[in-house]
């Protein structure tokens, strides 16, 4: 059973920067059937993807966010990891890790994230 | 980047069959995936592609597709049903993007 677990610091300054990690077992980070994301939850508010970055190295950043964010992968570990600059108020927020499948299926596209970390939550607060 | 939209809260009778409702211009080019999100929990997948469940989801849930629109339908709906749901999809430039959810409240 594959599982994920984010760990990092749970409170962050305003200007400096979040990072957090995923630990992945149970499968392997390498698998090219698959890819890595970030998600977050402001407190009380709905899911906001962040990031995502797939087996070649491929990143795609949520655009909102991509001045800030750089996602990268350690696969030697199999860890991917988030860094979220220059934060605010506004970036306190629980973070999730979570695996994604990008390819064919049902006869179209799919893409669909099926296995997620516990999440933790990040506050922002001097 | 593409929107998804939900309605922000749907209720249903115990028992009674509900569809919630997902629109945005990448659902007719991908599949919307759909995750159910319990108080102090990590969101679960339950639906992906035209209509496939993942291991361990109740046969009770049910998605579809047409036009702009996705849907999840949970036909029978349980008080342990009671929950946020979240639909997924991809938009042209290769970015994911949620729905603002949807609270479904079990009456």
């Known amino acids: 059973q594959l599982q994920l677990q984010e760990s990092g610091p749970g409170l962050v300054k305003p200007s400096e920067t979040l990072s957090l990690t995923c630990t992945v077992s149970?499968?392997?980070?390498?698998?090219?059937?698959?890819?890595w994301g970030w998600i977050r939850q402001p407190p009380g508010k709905g899911l906001e993807w962040i990031g995502s970055?797939?087996?070649?190295?491929?990143?795609y950043y949520n655009p909102s966010l991509k001045s800030r964010v750089t996602i990268s992968v350690d696969t030697s570990k199999n860890q991917f990891s988030l860094k979220l600059s220059s934060v605010t108020a506004a970036d306190t927020a629980v973070y999730y890790c979570?695996?994604?499948?990008?390819?064919?299926?049902?006869?179209?596209?799919?893409?669909?994230?099926?296995?997620w970390g516990q999440g933790t939550l990040v506050t922002v607060s001097s | 980047s593409s929107e998804l939209t939900q309605d922000p809260a749907v209720s249903v009778a115990l028992g009674q069959t509900v569809r919630i409702t997902c629109q945005g211009d990448?659902?007719?080019?991908?599949?919307a995936s759909w995750y159910q999100q319990k108080p102090g929990q990590a969101p679960v997948l339950v639906i992906y592609?035209?209509?496939n469940r993942p291991s361990g989801i109740p046969d009770r849930f049910s998605g579809s597709s047409s036009g702009n629109t996705a849907s999840l339908t949970i036909t029978g709906a349980q008080a342990e049903d009671e929950a946020d749901y979240y639909c997924?999809?991809?938009?042209?430039?290769?970015?994911?993007?949620f729905g603002g959810g949807t609270k479904l409240t079990v009456l």
């Open positions: 979570a695996r994604g499948y990008s390819g064919y299926c049902s006869g179209g596209s799919c893409y669909f994230l099926d296995y």
């Open positions: 149970g499968g392997s980070i390498s698998s090219s059937s698959y890819y």
């Open positions: 970055i797939y087996y070649s190295g491929s990143t």
């Open positions: 990448s659902l007719r080019s991908y599949y």
């Open positions: 592609g035209k209509n």
């Open positions: 997924n999809s991809r938009d042209s430039s290769g970015n994911l993007v």
